[in-house]
């Protein structure tokens, strides 16, 4: 028998062999033994909890993101998904911390949480990247994190429901980002294989920020915001940014797929570096799905990453991608790889993968690789790193089929074809200056630190290279045990606002002074008066209007004070906590006509998360119902039309329709009172996507007082000031531009292929400009009986014009104004209003009737043959094709068959107009009303 002593030794032995061999030599012999170092964190944190138990210290925690999913395919239903960085160090095993979440839904009703916590980090930095997962309830409406008698709100978001494309591409946060070179490559890549770039940034060149925000707005890319995390309260906390690894890329790539857990069917996770093209198949998806078909117990795919040699150019028309990618150079060895999953097979995410999905269920690919563009040649032909440099052989086997790219370069050349990415590209770096110190400042001090981050990078500032950065209002919770929390909301990318200067116009200036001299001598008395409240919008956020702001479209009686503008309107909000404020709005008017009612606009800063609003006069209230304004625009380009009164002229609406559709505009057509067959006709049209229909109301009175004026027969043209500004206020968050035109009013670019470009142009060119008015010229039109009968060539490429121009119409950007007359702002100064002189709108006002005869026998137009404005035939040829297209659907057909062959009321409220207002010199306040 052993002795106790050789006892021993083979005991020490035998745990030791079985100790190397689990987490020493094994894991180097698989694929990959992660698993097992995690395993072994466990073992040792169970450990010592049996010996020590598991002490809290009190530490801080900032909350990412939070989502919230009705329905789940894979959390469930009610389910809850929060991003979080946490320190490590609050107890030993973070993952058993028992966070308490309160929530409750519409009804009031609450239910108390504890969420399952997982981790997704590698590296020993005290913050590290945590999904708490749970379900609540249905209708949720409130969230609270709670510690005994402290309670704090959480925000929380819906995930989105739809994708862009089928697979998302997700990349890490950009930082300090001036590689444009290989973002246009991925973009156009991707984009070609059916993928769709979703790019965090945290810094970037404002020129590269500009080149980005366009390929966002033709659907390349989705731009999000990543933080450098901050704590509104200093709390003697760790310092978050260089106390987690590698700028929380763990928690972008984690926030990504929860983003589009529901709504996507594959999600990548990759470095803007990393390029993948299929190989074998044509799509990602294709691809993709080959994969886990063949291989369906796996639950997410590695792809190694392999260098190859890039080039930059210092110029976007010098990129060539058959040149970029179409040579046999690559360095002969693979890097660490990049994930591909299911994101409702997937909770949470780290850098190379996930560490809570097992060795069994990670597939290497071994067929493929991701093209790595880590060390490009910079422009003058020299190695921009010249430390860590890589070893390129030539390897044919790897050389990509040039064809495969041929499709991917035209793309590109006709992206670029647009005049605002030339002059986009004008303006980017030639050279790399960022990137260099960056690389140098990461392997010295980044792969070489148990806390790798890019924080003790010593970066210099430049005068002539400006950067974006993505910042937010931070907040901090009350001090809880043993967590205190903070989050942000409110993103903004930070960019200073334009300087708005105050230069009113000489008839408000006259106005003004009047009023004032007449206050000086007699007072202001107010008169009971009524008003109307056409609409009011809450933001949020607005760049223009600031933060949880309020905008209210009036109409007034201008004579309750004599500036009305004075007026101190007292509005409450109320919050969803209870609080209220009481404000008094600020007030603008856009009225030119000496009518009572006039057009005004309030607006006012109120509380974040209102959600009740009312108006008050001493101890007397009164609720005032609001609304969100729109959160999306169908197009960048948004047409408000004028309100249609007793409508019937079709042949116009579906010209303008197809026009504005085919050059990237969408019309928001207001409705007054429209023939039945016409109105059936616009809804199709809507449901194609051409046109939003709104409302336009008659004023009425429910309780009606005896002297009140009445408001539909006392307002400037059935208030069309009013329709333009809740038109501008509805997209003043989401549209590029805005036009204030009317129905017959109809824009064909000239020289540009869209209504951005040209108006992109336009504000480039003229960059202290806030509206441009294109001038209105008539062309001659003939109406066709039958929509089977319009030919737009024939209709616009003719040369009969008038030979002179009328009145325009606007175009702005929606952020550079809060309101709008009929034909442009009394707010914008003349030194920023300027009139086109390059293009006109097509003003189609006296249309020449189906049997040939002119429907408006006075006041006729004379037309002169003008070759010099006639319009190329190849314009309209397309626009043209696209009609003819929608007239083979057999329910558009049923609808078109009932429209009517000749106008009938059109001249009636022609001559009226003419003769009781345009011609009238007593009557000082036009509108339709006296029309019999």
């Known amino acids: 028998m052993l002795d106790l002593k050789k006892m021993k030794w083979v005991f020490v032995i035998t745990v030791s062999t079985i100790y190397f061999l689990t987490f020493f030599i094994v894991p180097t012999i698989l694929e990959d033994g992660d698993q097992y170092l995690i395993m072994y964190d466990s073992f040792k944190n169970d450990l010592a909890d049996t010996f020590f138990g598991d002490p809290v210290t009190n530490t801080d925690a900032y909350i990412v993101n939070t989502y919230y999913y009705p329905k789940s395919k894979s959390l469930g239903e009610n389910a809850l998904a929060m991003v979080l960085l946490m320190n490590r160090n609050t107890m030993r095993d973070i993952t058993k911390y028992k966070m ?92 070609h294989f059916g993928g769709h770039l ?40 760790t310092e978050p940014n260089s106390n987690v690894e590698w700028r929380n890329q763990a928690g972008a790539h984690t926030d990504c797929l929860l983003q589009y857990k529901e709504a996507a069917s594959f999600v990548t996770f990759f470095d803007l570096d990393d390029i993948l093209i299929p190989r074998g198949f044509n799509t990602y998806f294709d691809e993709f799905s080959s994969f886990f078909f063949l291989n369906p117990e796996i639950v997410t795919l590695q792809y190694p990453k392999r260098e190859m040699m890039l080039h930059n150019k210092p110029n976007m028309s010098d990129m060539n991608f058959q040149e970029i990618f179409g040579h046999s150079w690559f360095v002969n060895r693979e890097d660490a790889g990049k994930i591909v999953a299911r994101p409702s097979s997937l909770n949470s995410m780290w850098i190379h993968r996930s560490f809570n999905v097992p060795d069994k269920k990670l597939h290497l690919v071994k067929n493929n690789f991701l093209l790595h563009m880590q060390k490009p040649f910079d422009t003058d032909g020299q190695d921009s790193v010249p430390f860590g440099m890589s070893n390129y052989e030539m390897m044919d086997d790897l050389k990509l089929n040039i064809s495969i790219l041929e499709p991917i370069q035209k793309d590109f050349e006709k992206f670029i074809n647009s005049t605002v990415v030339q002059s986009i590209s004008e303006r980017l770096p030639t050279h790399s200056y960022y990137f260099v110190i960056l690389f140098r400042c990461y392997y010295k001090k980044g792969y070489m630190s148990a806390c790798p981050n890019s924080e003790g990078c010593l970066i210099p500032q430049r005068s002539d290279m400006k950067c974006v950065h993505s910042d937010a209002n931070y907040k901090s919770g009350p001090q809880m045990e043993p967590i205190t929390y903070h989050y942000h909301e409110n993103p903004i990318f930070f960019i200073v606002p334009p300087v708005i200067e105050n230069g009113d116009q000489y008839l408000i200036m006259f106005t003004s002074f009047k009023k004032k001299l007449a206050e000086t001598f007699f007072g202001d008395p107010i008169t009971n008066t009524d008003a109307y ?89 009164m609720e005032i119902p609001f609304r969100p304004p729109r959160a999306t625009a169908p197009a960048p380009v948004i047409m408000c039309i004028s309100p249609q009164f007793v409508a019937e002229q079709w042949q116009i609406f579906v010209t303008h329709a197809h026009v504005a559709h085919y050059f990237g505009g969408h019309l928001h057509l207001y409705v007054t009172s429209m023939l039945e067959s016409y109105f059936n006709l616009v809804k199709e049209y809507e449901k194609l996507g051409y046109v939003t229909v709104d409302y336009w109301m008659r004023y009425k009175f429910k309780n009606n007082t005896s002297d009140s004026p009445e408001p539909n027969s006392n307002v400037e043209w059935r208030n069309q000031a009013g329709a333009h500004t809740d038109c501008l206020l509805q997209y003043k968050e989401v549209a ?150 929608l007239l083979n659907s057999s329910s558009f057909q049923k609808v078109a068959s009932k429209l009517p062959t000749h106008a009938y009321y059109f001249p009636i409220m022609f001559r009226c107009y003419y003769e009781k207002y345009y011609r009238s010199l007593d009557n000082t306040c036009p509108n339709g009303e006296g029309c019999l």
């Open 736 to 885: 590029s531009f805005i036009t204030f035109v009317d129905l017959d009013d109809v824009l064909v670019p000239r020289g540009f292929d869209s209504y951005y470009e040209e108006f992109s142009s336009l504000f480039y060119f003229h960059p202290n400009i806030l509206t441009f008015q294109y001038p209105k010229r008539e062309i001659m039109l003939h109406n066709k009986p039958t929509i089977e009968d319009i030919n737009l060539v024939e209709q616009f490429c003719h040369s009969w014009f008038a030979t002179t121009t009328d009145t325009g119409k606007i175009v702005a950007r929606p952020v550079d104004l809060d309101s709008m007359w009929i034909h442009r702002s009394f707010y914008v100064p003349d030194k920023k209003f300027h009139v086109v002189n390059h293009n006109f709108l097509l003003h189609m006002q006296r249309p020449v009737d189906t049997n040939g005869q002119d429907p408006i026998t006075y006041e006729m137009k004379a037309f002169s043959i003008l070759k010099n404005l006639k319009l190329n035939e190849s314009v309209l040829e397309p626009v043209q094709n696209e009609l003819e297209k």
């Open 533 to 621: 409240i056409v609409s009011t919008y809450y933001y949020p956020k607005s760049k223009s209007l600031g933060e949880n702001a309020l905008a209210m479209v009036l109409l007034m009686n201008r004579n309750t004070m004599r500036d009305i503008t004075k007026y101190k309107m007292h509005l409450v909000a109320t919050n969803g906590s209870g609080y209220s404020v009481e404000v008094v709005p600020k007030k603008l008017k856009e009225a030119y006509a000496n009518c009572a009612y006039i057009n005004v606009i309030a607006h006012s800063t109120v509380l974040h998360n209102m959600k009740k609003l009312e108006i008050v006069d001493g101890d007397t209230r």
């Open 100 to 191: 308490h979440l309160v929530a409750t839904n519409g009804s009031g009703y609450s239910v108390d949480i504890v969420p399952k916590i997982v981790v997704e980090s590698y590296s020993g930095c005290a913050y590290v990247n945590v999904v708490a997962t749970t379900n609540s309830l249905p209708n949720l409406s409130k969230l609270e994190i709670t510690s005994g008698e402290t309670r704090m709100q959480i925000p929380f978001r819906h995930a989105r429901k739809t994708a862009p494309a089928p697979v998302v591409i997700c990349l890490s946060p950009q930082f300090i980002s001036e590689q444009w070179q290989i973002f246009v490559a991925h973009a156009h890549i991707s984009r």
């Open 198 to 237: 979703h790019l965090y940034i945290t810094s970037i060149l404002d020129q590269y920020f500009d080149l980005i925000k366009e390929y966002e707005k033709q659907g390349y890319v989705t731009i999000d915001y990543w933080m450098r995390m901050k704590f509104e309260r200093n709390l003697n906390s």
